[in-house]
């Protein structure tokens, strides 16, 4: 099974969001294994998603540098590891 992963800003309701939760939702979860990383926070549309069993992980990034503790490079390890699983 091929592991894909999904960047995107949010999860709060739009657009680009709701494409992303169609196509998860409806990809061959035989050949596939979606995870999903927001970068900044998660939203509305996490639930979809997780009703599905697809992973989201939420970075808490705000810019070129982390504020708040450095939370971004702190989760960006994980979020490698995960994929290597």
Do not use: N, W, Y
């Not at 409806?26 to 697809?54: K, T, Y």
């Not at 705000?62 to 989760?75: D, F, V, Y």
């Amino acid at each position: 099974m091929t592991k894909i992963l999904f960047v995107i800003g949010t999860l709060d309701v739009g657009g680009t969001e709701r494409q992303l939760v169609e196509l998860l939702t409806r990809i061959d979860r035989r050949r596939f294994q979606p995870v999903v990383c927001c970068l900044s926070r998660g939203g509305a549309l996490e639930g979809p998603l997780r009703a599905a069993g697809i992973p989201i992980h939420v970075t808490g990034f705000r810019g070129i540098l982390p504020r708040g503790g450095g939370r971004t490079l702190l989760t960006l390890p994980s979020l490698a590891a995960e994929l290597g699983r």
